[in-house]
């Protein structure tokens, strides 16, 4: 309460109003304050009410479980009187004499005497496998232990027979050891189906189970059974584990339907032996009577314990079909999805389709041996509702898409065995220069001799029908495959014989196909170790030949793409640039660099695999092997297929365009050198030009002058192509010739051909534009140069560059006096094809087909002199090839040139005279159409007639090794 003084305070500080308010206000807290006390005291009292109520009910629980436990008292001693009266004998004199002084113990003495003995009679039944047997002792120790423990002196006779505990721990132990032994023998590999039946049986006694869970436990078992039978284990093989599985899984089946299914009017087998062991009659029956006691020892028996029988705690009638069906359906779908899995894995250990031909026929000889088809029917008819293959569900399917891994996996491996060969033969160019030099400069190899270049013991062979093998090396030098492209190819067959040999044993009614691909040692033996064939061999055999062809298309068409990556990555990651430095100093070796030599390597490997691999056509070819039944093999594979088509194909457009990609970068270089030894030679500085012209020849011309008198004169006309121009073309031929340019296809040499003419132009034509100051002499060179390049290099029908050149011979003429050039063009048209001839044997890679006969016969002119130039453009001996494309003669006479030569000479005089001085007249040499036309048939006709005359003059020393 607020002191006086407070109260006082309040007061005085507030009004009479104020007052009252906080009187109000302080009245409502009060009010507050005693409603929460009221709400407070009222929940504990509440709570306090229901711990009464609560202890009211346990009291009740705790009544009505004295009530229950007394009842229960009650019932156990009219439990215990039923069971002692098994223990009364019969009623006669004797027997009520025993019954009132001693009947109770001999009763006694006997049940302790059977636990007693249950024990040793349930290990001879285990060790026998008596299981059926062994589950009814088990039972009825079971059922006298029970009783003892009901008996009214339950308590004194545990104390008087301790053993009664002891005999019981140990017989508790069998019934998981029945139920092991009975798990173990219904997850065998047996076809006895009695023994299945009684281990079911016990364990449906054993577990107290009725039939619905014995088919369920059944089913569980041999599908564990099953997956541990493909269960890869490093010491059994796969053949004997998919047999063993084969086995387990038409056994199983057979096994359910004959135990749930199959029976007569008393139902099926299991209801029919469940109901002799529930309901046996007879003493007989009993299971005491498996303890081979004595008739006088059993009589003290009570009868609950003497006829005594086992009880199913389930139902134990028989399962209707559908629920069957439902069940093993079930089982079915997921046996095999689990087994497809399994199988695969266990199969993937086998490597090779030979293996998979042989687990294939071994169990194909099992369903043979096991499967009665009228049988089998009714089985899966009641089993699965349908038919059911256990050979296209378990085996076939799975050792099919297996052998097409195998294929798969070996075409891979023969794939990137290729690939790594030819990898590891572009690195040891990149990094061995002697290796670099053997493959890129072959000349030595083709036009050398060697032991094997003729094929032996081939005389009674056609060429038709000779192998690859038997070719001799002369074959392999004509195309350019050197050894170790021949090593790579021998070994991408050897690889697809093996698989081919592999894949032919699938089938051996395709016995044809073994005279090709198998030896006759191994012929014999594969034909003496195969079995017929099995059911859809022939359809399987075709579709995995399909299959084959369909994969070695796809992984060939792979190699061919990693190939020009391959040689991709070289020809980017090296230099491009021509093998020549310089134009004053030549290298001692025209090959290419090591980078165009990886890209001609992998171009000549892809050349060289349809010709050298024979089987590379048979695996791209596989599918016509199943249409070869009464034909050979060979005339077979010479079948042209849609497939190998493509494959080759690719394989010699891939070795063209890496070809192309090599003469692409011939031609670059030579349109880059070209140029800038133009530029170098031809100067504004005359002595320097004229230095760097080849001599010119010497003409004597005759004209009549002032009076009737004739005037001799002489003047110098050019006779070579500038030497920059003869070097630079001649260093391409060489570079060309290094490579066998005769083993390149026509596309790629016309590409080559075409790519030279344009290279130069371009050279030129870049050149005369840079260059404005030029006199008569240089521009004279510079028309018979052009001249020279129309005449030996230039297309007929490529009239674009054609016309290009000469643009360029009329832009030159221009700086020539007209009256000089009415003189001289003549006989610069003459020394032209005298020089084109000349040229046509080592600039033989870069002239065209048809351009290869030049015209032998030259217009007559009014003058008449010798020519005692005769010598060829200057070029190093070393760098011309022993052998080019050999142009055809069409003419066994020289060509009349009125010129008069002096000696050769690299360099001018310095005193040369001008030869812009005379200013004589000539007449040009014209020729008409149809006189062209003559003279070209006529030198068709004479190169005809001549060619056989000169292969024919060729002697053996042509071919000599010495030469160098």
């Known amino acids: 309460m607020a002191s006086e003084d407070e109260v006082t305070l309040l007061l005085e500080q507030h009004s009479v109003a104020q007052v009252q308010e906080i009187l109000k206000k302080t009245r409502a807290d009060i009010e507050c304050k005693k409603e929460d006390l009221r709400v407070m005291v009222g929940e504990r009292y509440r709570d306090l009410i229901e711990a009464a109520d609560t202890i009211a009910e346990m009291q009740n629980s705790a009544k009505a479980i004295c009530g229950n436990i007394k009842t229960m008292e009650g019932l156990c ?86 053993v009664i505990e002891r005999q019981w721990m140990s017989i508790t132990q069998f019934q998981s050891t029945i139920v092991r032994g009975c798990s173990a023998l219904i997850s065998a590999e047996l076809t006895d189906t009695e023994a299945v039946l009684d281990a079911v049986v016990s364990v449906m006694l054993v577990e107290r189970c009725g039939c619905a869970e014995a088919l369920s436990r059944l089913l569980g078992l041999r599908r564990q059974a099953l997956m541990a039978a493909i269960t890869s284990t490093p010491t059994a093989t796969a053949k004997a584990q998919i047999a063993k599985f084969t086995k387990l899984f038409i056994a199983t089946l057979n096994i359910v339907y004959a135990i749930f299914v199959e029976g007569g009017e008393g139902g099926s087998l299991l209801e029919r032996r469940v109901q002799e062991v529930v309901a046996g009659e007879g003493e007989g029956a009993a299971p005491v009577s498996l303890l081979q006691e004595s008739s006088l020892t059993l009589s003290f028996l009570p009868q609950s314990i003497r006829n005594f029988r086992p009880s199913i ?172 492209i021949q090593n790579i190819c021998r070994t991408l067959n050897t690889q697809l014989t093996a698989l081919l040999q592999d894949c032919c044993v699938w089938r051996l009614i395709s016995i044809n196909v073994f005279d090709h691909v198998f030896p006759e040692p191994m012929r014999t033996e594969l034909t003496s170790s195969l079995v017929p064939e099995d059911k859809g061999t022939a359809e399987d055999y075709t579709a995995l030949l399909h299959y084959l062809q369909d994969a070695s298309c796809s992984s060939f068409m792979q190699l061919v793409g990693e190939l020009e990556d391959l040689a991709g990555r070289h020809l980017s990651a090296g230099s491009v640039s021509g093998a020549c430095d310089g134009w004053e100093d030549e290298p001692v070796s025209a090959a290419p660099p090591a980078a165009c030599t990886v890209v001609v390597v992998v171009g000549r490997t892809c050349q060289a695999l349809p010709s050298m691999c024979s089987h590379l056509q048979i695996c791209a070819s596989a599918s016509k092997l199943s249409a070869t039944v009464g034909k050979r093999l060979s005339t077979a594979s010479k079948q042209e297929t849609e ?222 002199s010798v020519s005692h130039n005769n010598a060829l453009p200057v070029v190093v001996a070393v760098e011309i090839p022993r052998f080019s494309n050999v142009p055809l003669p069409v003419s066994s006479s020289k060509p009349a040139i009125p010129s008069s030569a002096s000696a050769p000479s690299l360099m001018l005089p310095p005193t040369a005279p001008d030869m812009t001085a005379g200013k004589l007249g000539s007449i040009k ?19 005809s007639r001549s060619a056989a005359s000169l292969f024919s003059a060729m002697s053996s020393s042509w071919f000599g090794s010495s030469a160098s």
């Open 643 to 864: 497939s190998w088509a493509k494959v080759r194909t690719a394989l010699q457009e891939a070795g063209n365009r890496l070809f192309g990609l090599f003469l692409a970068s011939l031609t670059a270089s030579l349109h880059t050198e070209l140029k800038a030894a133009l530029a170098a030679q031809i100067t504004s500085d005359v002595a320097a030009s004229l230095a760097a012209f080849s001599t010119w020849e010497v003409v004597d011309i005759e004209e009549e002058g002032e009076g009737g008198k004739v005037v001799r004169s002489s003047i110098h006309v050019p006779a070579h192509p500038t030497p920059a121009l003869s070097l630079a073309l001649a260093h391409l031929c060489s570079s060309a010739n290094c490579i066998a340019v005769h083993t390149v296809s026509r596309n790629a040499q016309s590409e080559l051909v075409a790519g030279t003419c344009e290279a130069v132009t371009s050279a030129y034509e870049g050149f005369l534009q840079d260059c404005h100051a030029l006199n008569q002499t240089c521009a004279l060179q510079l028309i018979f140069d052009l001249r020279f390049v129309q005449t030996l290099l230039l297309l007929r029908d490529n009239k674009k560059l054609g016309t290009r050149l000469t643009c360029m011979v009329q832009e030159l003429q221009q700086k020539v006096d007209p009256f000089d050039l009415d003189v001289f063009s003549p006989h610069i048209s003459a020394r032209v094809k005298l020089a084109a001839q000349r040229s046509q044997v080592f600039l033989g890679a870069v002239v065209p087909r048809d351009r290869q006969v030049i015209a032998g016969r030259t217009p007559a002119s009014t003058t008449s």
């Open 77 to 162: 001693e009219s439990l215990q009187q039923r069971g002692l009266i098994g223990f009364k004998t019969q009623s006669n004199a004797n027997g009520a004499e025993r019954r009132g002084v001693s009947g109770g113990h001999y009763s006694l003495a006997v049940q302790v005497k059977v636990l007693v003995g249950v024990p040793e009679a349930l290990w001879g039944l285990t060790e026998r496998l008596h299981y059926l047997p062994a589950s009814q002792l088990l039972l009825l120790a079971q059922h006298t232990h029970t009783a003892l423990q009901l008996s009214p002196t339950a308590a004194q006779v545990s104390s008087w027979f301790p």
């Open 313 to 484: 705690q389930g139902s134990s009638q028989s399962l209707g079909g559908e629920s069957i069906r439902r069940e093993v359906s079930q089982w079915l779908d997921s046996v095999l999805g689990q087994a497809s899995h399994t199988l695969a894995a266990l199969l993937a250990f086998t490597t090779s389709v030979k293996a998979l031909a042989m687990i294939r026929s071994s169990v194909w000889e099992i369903f043979q041996d096991s499967l009665d088809t009228a049988h089998w029917a009714k089985v899966t008819s009641a089993l699965y509702g349908g038919p059911l293959d256990p050979w296209d569900c378990v085996v076939r399917s799975q050792v099919t898409e297996r052998a097409r891994q195998v294929v798969s996996t070996q075409l891979a491996a023969a794939k990137e065995a290729t690939l790594q060969l030819v990898a590891k033969l572009a690195e040891d160019i990149t990094t061995h220069h002697k290796v670099c030099r053997e493959e890129g400069d072959i000349s030595g190899y083709v036009w050398s001799e060697s032991s094997g270049d003729l094929p032996d013991q081939v005389g009674w062979t056609s060429a038709g029908a000779r192998a690859v093998t038997q070719a001799g090396g002369l074959y392999h030098k004509t195309r350019g495959f050197t050894a170790r």
């Open 925 to 943: 040499a014209q020729n008409s159409p149809s006189s062209t036309r003559r003279e070209m048939s006529s030198a068709a006709l004479s190169a």
